[in-house]
């Protein structure tokens, strides 16, 4: 069977998660570099269910990013060993697991990044509501969001495109 660049358990996968995981962290610290970010009803907001319930929701982008993170780097392990052992892990069931997360995952971060960078946009066009400083890190985090969600998702369509052959 041919090496699919970019599938699991190769050099490029590994460049790929590794990215990915650079790209996350970059993007929830400069989203929580400024410690004032929850003070926008956008980022973050209480709703009240009934008489003394609240839920409280935090910022959506860096949610996802506490679950990208994890996942990102549990397969930069896992894509380190097969490329340093030479034992490529390729069992259709695994790779539909890795697969299948990576799709959500990527889905997520597209719809996090896209409303962190819209509610930017409009806390912008809005003059007073953010000043630029924080609204620009706001923006780098957003654009963080992006490459790591373009990352995960090519490395989600390797795989894919690997499924069949197995």
Do not use: H
């Not at 400069?30 to 409280?56: H, N, P, R």
């Not at 034992?87 to 959500?104: A, E, F, H, M, S």
């Not at 996090?112 to 819209?118: D, H």
């Amino acid at each position: 069977m041919d090496e699919l660049p970019g599938a699991f358990g190769t050099s490029a996968s590994l460049a790929l998660r590794f990215g990915q995981t650079i790209f996350s962290l970059a993007s929830i610290f400069f989203m929580c570099l400024d410690v004032a970010f929850f003070t926008y009803t956008s980022f973050w907001s209480q709703i009240g269910y009934g008489i003394q319930f609240k839920l409280v929701l935090r910022c959506f982008l860096v949610t996802v990013m506490g679950l990208v993170i994890p996942w990102s780097i549990t397969l930069i392990v896992v894509d380190a060993y097969s490329v340093f052992i030479k034992c490529l892990p390729r069992q259709p069931k695994i790779l539909l697991v890795i697969i299948v997360g990576d799709l959500v995952l990527s889905f997520l971060l597209l719809a996090a990044a896209s409303s962190t960078a819209s509610v930017t946009t409009v806390l912008l066009a809005a003059k007073g509501y953010c000043t630029a400083k924080p609204c620009s890190r706001y923006q780098l985090s957003a654009a963080m969001a992006f490459f790591s969600w373009f990352l995960s998702l090519a490395s989600s369509l390797f795989n894919l495109w690997l499924l069949p052959s197995l």
